[in-house]
């Protein structure tokens, strides 16, 4: 006599039909971080030979990603940088942003007395303190001393976000434009002496807070070099041999009122570069804008990790 079987005997290839009307668990995903909530470590150095102070942010663990060197443009400092401090260092990136000579928190200095070979000379002077696998990040002026100062001091990589052009790239300048720079120059020669409602126009990309805030943070008295805008309109000679085997990045915007973007993919074609256009970004858009920095940086980080920087 066969005895039936039970629930608890049943063979394994009998389907119990009340576990086919159970709806199937998928196991959730493993929840990805945010790197945007991950805790950053602020740090300052100063370079009391030479008056400069560096910000720096820190990741919380140390990586094995190279250090980020950023270098502003006329009337600039850290400041222009802060965005990009955090968005690195909350992905394992060390950032330091330099303060030239007699900017934002670096020790003040007659500018009639500084030029575009002194702050050339202090971009260098932090390189030699990160090392040779730096990667330096340089904005408009401070793209061009990013260019010279490689010519010094090996550099693991280079990103240039709209920067002013080499005298190989340039139009020689009429006379009366050189005459006309004064020893010293403030937010006026830049086009910011206006109502922030004004700007808001000319810059599209940036909120009114980010107006406000560049305005301010460009100061209101005339403390950059004439001397250095002097040697860039006329033209600075850069060697591109030192960068022949360097990974390079160039960055133009298409409302640049600085650098048209056009001549800034020139400058690219010549460094034999990659080039990433934003049309819709500013010159302190691509690395101020609150609502447009990130796009900048996540193209710069791309390019970090495709060469393993």
């Not at 102070?53 to 663990?61: K, T």
């Not at 330099?98 to 260098?124: C, G, I, K």
């Not at 002077?125 to 090996?154: D, F, I, N, W, Y």
């Not at 020893?183 to 206006?194: F, I, K, N, Q, S």
């Amino acid at each position: 006599m066969t005895t039936p079987h039970t629930p608890t005997d049943r063979p394994a290839h009998v389907a119990d039909e009340r576990d086919e009307r159970q709806p199937v668990r998928i196991p959730p995903r493993p929840a990805i971080p945010n790197p945007d909530t991950r805790p950053v470590r602020k740090d300052e150095t100063e370079i009391p030979d030479r008056g400069l102070h560096v910000e720096s942010w820190l990741p919380e663990r140390r990586s094995r990603r190279k250090p980020l060197l950023f270098v502003h443009g006329e009337l600039g400092g850290s400041w222009v940088w802060e965005r990009y401090l955090g968005y690195f260092a909350r992905r394992g990136w060390e950032g330091h942003a330099l303060n030239l000579r007699n900017h934002y928190w670096s020790q003040t200095a007659d500018p009639a007395r500084l030029s575009f070979a002194s702050y050339t000379d202090d971009v260098v002077s932090v390189l030699e303190r990160l090392g040779p696998a730096t990667v330096v990040v340089g904005h408009g002026m401070g793209g061009l001393l990013v260019l010279k100062a490689a010519e010094r001091h090996q550099v693991g990589g280079v990103v240039l976000v709209a920067p002013y052009l080499p005298r190989e790239l340039r139009v020689p300048p009429k006379p009366h434009e050189i005459r006309a720079i004064p020893p010293a120059y403030g937010h006026e020669t830049l086009g910011w002496d206006t109502m922030p409602e004004r700007l808001k126009r000319d810059h599209r990309d940036l909120t009114l807070d980010d107006i406000v805030r560049i305005k301010h943070l460009l100061g209101q008295k005339p403390r950059e070099a004439g001397a250095a805008r002097r040697s860039v309109l006329q033209g600075v000679p850069v060697d591109r041999r030192p960068l022949a085997d360097v990974p390079l990045l160039v960055i133009g915007a298409g409302l640049d009122r600085y650098v048209a973007e056009p001549d800034v993919e020139r400058l690219a074609q010549w460094l034999g570069a990659r080039y990433e256009p934003f049309g819709a970004h500013s010159h302190y858009g691509l690395v101020v804008g609150e609502e447009t920095y990130q796009q900048v940086a996540d193209a710069i980080r791309e390019f970090l990790e495709e060469h393993r920087l």
